[in-house]
């Protein structure tokens, strides 16, 4: 968590205003007993502390955050306690309604645009709890559990340009961050598309971008405060998209710096863009065209494109000497052995290719986890069985170049259970954190409460009220999910009156 960009802006935030002194906190291990949490900076014990604030990123964070408040000392029941705890981040904003046990105070928001505001709010009150939740409650943007009653809407800046940036960045020593160390540059925020099967997309809603001028400002600041780090990790859902976005390249390959970028969009991978790519430093071209089936295709609403056409994007990346690491999504709920033969007969040739050219390949399998504010949500997820059958058939088939595991597969089902939650789950996940979390853990809480997973293979009817309706994310995209929805249960129908004819 320390890693992320969201550390770096609620930290640096929080220590901006006078009254304020933030340390920061992390698990040592993400399983198991913690042992007696102290702050980063002064070995401070959690408990200690008068506010705790965090961000959910992903849903099983909510149990390492259990287990961390629990080896401090702290009690993780909001109601059992004095010290508040605010959460944010997109599963917060996503569906609140699992966490409402443990969580005091959830912002729906980003934090340009909203933490300053609770925290003045508890500044006022500090050391009162209730008069504190009372008043932070009547933030637009705020849900306080018991309290907040109607529509909850999501805050956010209109303008990145105008906002607080973290040039000085905390970096972590002891853990590789995911991406890599290096300057953190978020380039833009939201996404441009409309793939039906990411939550992020929508909670993040709406686009925006940082100007070229402002992107190269910071990272002359940064060289300034650190000429020796010359790796920037460039944050987006999706970069470049336009032509004018090469120009941030073409400066970081002026300044001689090395850059990772996330994964590209085929559609707009071109000869200059590998060029630059290549010249600053890149190794592996990531690419998620999730499947390589029109009927997917068209569902995921991503792209539509013939086998071909994805081996021909794919060998001009290749040419360029990249190696290439493919995204694909399985266990959606239209999905046929025949889809997935397809994609199997695709990978196989472009895989022959990259052998042929000396590069390699690696494919990373991830199960359909159906997520709130997507059409998913009224699908539900398939089951654990089905899902490892056709897990099974690609490691099979594709022999070693599947990055992915068997245990992935469970893992989602913990993030579907507690994505699509109806009611508060405190009590579990305080158990599943007591039984060390994990996926051990989980199936131990699983098995003590005696879960009913319907509705992680349901789904919720569309029409059917949903339990995050409270939230409201302005700019919804021009496709809702509820259209999206109907497209795909209009599909489903055709196709099965047409197997039955």
């Given amino acids: 968590?320390?890693?992320?960009?969201?550390?770096?802006?609620?930290?640096?935030?929080?220590?901006?205003?006078?009254?304020?002194?933030?340390?920061?906190?992390?698990?040592?291990?993400?399983?198991?007993?913690?042992?007696?949490?102290?702050?980063?900076?002064?070995?401070?014990?959690?408990?200690?502390?008068?506010?705790?604030?965090?961000?959910?990123?992903?849903?099983?964070?909510?149990?390492?955050?259990?287990?961390?408040?629990?080896?401090g000392g702290v009690n993780p029941f909001r109601?059992?306690?004095?010290?508040?705890?605010?959460?944010?981040?997109?599963?917060?904003?996503?569906?609140?309604?699992?966490?409402?046990?443990?969580?005091?105070?959830?912002?729906?928001?980003?934090?340009?645009?909203?933490?300053?505001?609770?925290?003045?709010?508890?500044?006022?009150?500090?050391g009162d709890k209730n008069a504190f939740l009372e008043e932070v409650s009547k933030l637009s943007y705020v849900y306080v559990p018991g309290l907040t009653d109607g529509e909850v809407v999501k805050s956010y800046p209109d303008d990145l340009n105008s906002c607080f940036y973290p040039v000085k960045q905390i970096v972590n020593t002891r853990v590789e961050p995911v991406f890599g160390r290096g300057f953190k540059l978020e380039v833009n925020r939201g996404c441009m598309f409309t793939c039906s099967f990411c939550m992020e997309t929508k909670v993040?809603?709406?686009?925006?971008?940082?100007?070229?001028?402002?992107?190269?400002?910071?990272?002359?600041?940064?060289?300034?405060?650190?000429?020796?780090?010359?790796?920037?990790?460039?944050?987006?859902?999706?970069?470049?998209?336009?032509?004018?976005?090469?120009?941030?390249?073409?400066?970081?390959?002026?300044?001689?710096?090395?850059?990772?970028?996330?994964?590209?969009?085929?559609?707009?991978?071109?000869?200059?863009?590998?060029?630059?790519?290549?010249?600053?430093?890149?190794?592996?071209?990531?690419?998620?065209?999730?499947?390589?089936?029109?009927?997917?295709?068209?569902l995921f609403f991503k792209y539509v494109k013939p086998c071909e056409w994805f081996e021909e994007k794919v060998e001009a990346v290749l040419n360029k000497g990249f190696n290439v690491k493919i995204y694909l999504i399985y266990g959606a709920p239209w999905e046929e052995m025949e889809a997935i033969a397809e994609n199997i007969e695709c990978l196989k040739r472009i895989i022959g290719k990259a052998k042929r050219m000396h590069q390699r390949i690696v494919v990373s399998l991830n199960p359909l986890v159906p997520k709130p504010h997507t059409p998913f949500q009224h699908f539900g997820m398939k089951s654990v069985q089905e899902l490892k059958q056709v897990f099974k058939v690609y490691q099979e088939s594709l022999k070693g170049l599947v990055e992915s595991r068997d245990y992935d597969i469970e893992w989602s089902l913990t993030q579907a259970f507690l994505a699509l939650s109806e009611k508060p789950l405190g009590k579990f996940i305080v158990t599943w954190a007591e039984e060390g979390g994990g996926l051990h853990g989980f199936k131990k809480a699983v098995k003590r409460f005696n879960v009913n997973f319907s509705r992680v293979f349901k789904g919720y009817e569309v029409g059917e009220a949903l339990p995050w309706s409270f939230i409201k994310i302005p700019h919804e995209k021009s496709v809702s999910s509820r259209i999206q929805a109907e497209i795909i249960y209009s599909f489903m129908e055709k196709a099965k009156r047409l197997s039955n004819e």
């Fill in 1 to 71: 968590m320390i890693s992320s960009l969201a550390s770096d802006l609620i930290y640096f935030t929080l220590n901006n205003q006078p009254e304020i002194y933030a340390e920061r906190f992390c698990n040592k291990k993400l399983t198991g007993a913690e042992d007696e949490v102290r702050s980063i900076e002064t070995r401070s014990p959690l408990r200690d502390f008068d506010l705790i604030v965090t961000s959910l990123h992903y849903e099983p964070d909510i149990v390492n955050l259990v287990r961390l408040l629990r080896a």
């Fill in 79 to 126: 109601e059992a306690r004095q010290t508040p705890v605010i959460a944010g981040g997109p599963v917060v904003m996503a569906n609140p309604v699992p966490f409402a046990d443990l969580i005091d105070v959830f912002i729906i928001g980003e934090v340009e645009s909203s933490l300053d505001k609770v925290v003045e709010t508890w500044l006022q009150f500090k």
């Fill in 204 to 298: 993040m809603a709406p686009y925006r971008e940082r100007s070229l001028s402002l992107l190269k400002k910071l990272i002359e600041e940064h060289l300034t405060y650190e000429p020796e780090e010359r790796r920037i990790t460039l944050y987006s859902l999706s970069f470049p998209i336009r032509r004018d976005h090469l120009r941030i390249l073409e400066f970081m390959v002026e300044n001689k710096l090395i850059a990772s970028l996330p994964s590209i969009r085929l559609d707009l991978i071109s000869e200059e863009i590998l060029e630059l790519l290549k010249a600053l430093n890149q190794k592996t071209i990531t690419i998620a065209p999730e499947s390589f089936s029109f009927t997917s295709q068209r």
